[in-house]
C-alpha cells in the first residue's frame, strides 16, 4: 500500500480499532445497546431515547454519545472510551476536540455495513456558525448511497474510485476486486481515505490528482465516481461539491476520459447532474458526451430539481443557506445560460468493443427494487445477448414474460359495457418499469409462454389480426428488442 498520511500513525490506528472493537461500536452493537426504539430515532435525527438509554456510560454507551448524538463528553470518560488510544493522539488527529469542559467528536466516525468504519468530517448541519473547511470531507449521505447501490458488484481485477474522499466508495470496490486505486484532488480526503482504509484492514492504491490525470496511461476493470458534481458558474468553495468546471462540464469531462481508463469489457459508473436548457432536449444534450467514445452508455435521469430549489440544497448543503449573494450569482447564472432545470442521474459505460454502441439516455424516476448495481449489471447483459442477434435471430428466439408481469387496464363504463382507455404493462419488481401498449402488444406478451419460437408466435397473430406474417415481424422486432431491454420479457435460453 502507498503509505499516505493518515490522521494518525499507524499504531494509532490499530489502537483506534481494537477500542471500537472491544466496545462493540459496530452497526449491530450499537443497536443492540439502543433497541429498536432508540435506533429508529438516530436514524431521524432524533436523539432523545439514544440519550436515555446510555446514561450508564459504559464504553460503548461513551461512544454512541460522542460520535452518534454528537455529545460532549468527560475527558476521563472519553479517555476510557478510546482507550488504548490516548486522548493526545485523538485530538492531534481531530478525533476528538475540546469543547466547553470536555470533548466532543472532531470528525465523523460511523460505523458501516457490517462491521466496518468510514471517517468522514463532521455535516454543516452539526456544526452551525462554524465555516466548513474548504476540503471538507464528505459523510455517507444520500449521492454516495445512490452510488454504492449503483456499482456493478462482479468479481473484477482492478477497480477505481475517482475522488474519493471518505474511502467509502474504495471500501466497498475491496469487496470484489483484487487491487483497487482511490484518487483525490485533495490531500485531506486522501489522510480521511488512508485512515478509513487502514481502520479497516484494507490496502489501497492512494494517489493525488485532477481526475484522471494522476492514472493517465492505467486501465480498470471497473471504475467509479462521485465527483464534485454541482453545477454553476465554474467557481469552487468546497472541493467536494465543485468541481471548478462550468456548468455540466464535468459530466461530459469523465465522458470523454472514459475510453481511455477501461480495459476491454471494463465499466465505467458516476453520478453527474445536467441541466435543462430552454428550448432544448437535455437527452440530445447528455447523448451527445459519449459521440465517439466507442462505448456503451446507459444514462438514467433519478431526480430533476427547479433553480431555486437546487441553488438551496447546495447552500444549505455546505451552511451558507442565509448567503443572498451566493445565491443572486448562481440564479443569474442559471438565467443567463436559460437553465430552466438540473438533472441528477446515473452514467453507466462500458468498452463493449463494438462497432456500433448502445446509447440510452432515459427518465427513469421511479423507485427501483434494490440493489440497482444488479439490474445495471443484467441491462448490459441483455444488450449482449440483443446485439448479437439479427431480426432473423430476434424471431427464432423464444420468449417468456417476464415472473409478476402486470397488466393495468384503465377502462370507462359506457352503454357498451366497458371500454378500455389504456392498458399498462407493469413490473412491479427490478426496474419497476411500466408502459403503454396496444393489443397487439398484449397479444404478443399474453401468448409469450416459452414455448413457440416469436416467428411461429407473430404467425398466428396475424392470421387473427389479418396482416401477413412479414409485415408483423417487421414491425415485432423493435417491440420484442424494447420488451427484452427492459426486462419485460426473457430470452429463454435452453
Ligand atoms: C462528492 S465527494 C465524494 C466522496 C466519496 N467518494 C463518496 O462517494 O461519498 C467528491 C470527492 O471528489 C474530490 N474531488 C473534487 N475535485 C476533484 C478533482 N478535480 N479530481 C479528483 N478528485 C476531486 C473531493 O475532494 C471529494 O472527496
Redesign the pocket.
Known sequence: MDRHDMLLSPAGVDALRTALTQARFTANGIAGRLGSQATGGVARNDHRAALRATEDRDRLATLIRVFICDQTEPEPVVAAALAPLTVAEALAGGIVERHGDGLRAGVDLEPYGDDWWVL?DVPASARPGRPLHA?H?????G??QT??GAAVRRPVGTAL??????????LHLGTHARRVTA????E??LRF?ATTAALNGQDWELLR???V?PVAGRRFDLV??????VVGPGTTTH??????RVGDA?GAELAAAAPHLLTDGGTMQY?ANWVHVTGEDWGERVTGWFAGTGLDAWVIQREVADPMAYVNLWLTDVGESADPQRMEAWLDWFDAHKVEAIGFGLVSLRRSGHEQPIIRVEDLRQRVEPPLGDRIGEWFDRQDWLRARDTDGLLAARYRAADGLQLRQEATMGDDGWAVDRQVLAMPRGLRWSEEIDPLVLALVGGADGRLPLRDQLALLAAAHDVTPDELAEAAGPIVAHLVERGLVEPVVD
Open positions: 468522514a476540503e470531507v464528505l459523510g455517507i449521505g449521492a454516495t452510488l454504492i474510485d475517482l475522488g474519493t474522499g471518505s474511502g467509502v466508495q474504495a484518487t483525490d484532488v485533495s485531506r480526503a481515505a490528482g485532477d481526475l490525470a467509479v465516481s462521485n465527483p464534485p458534481f472541493v467536494y461539491r465543485d468541481s471548478g464535468i453520478l
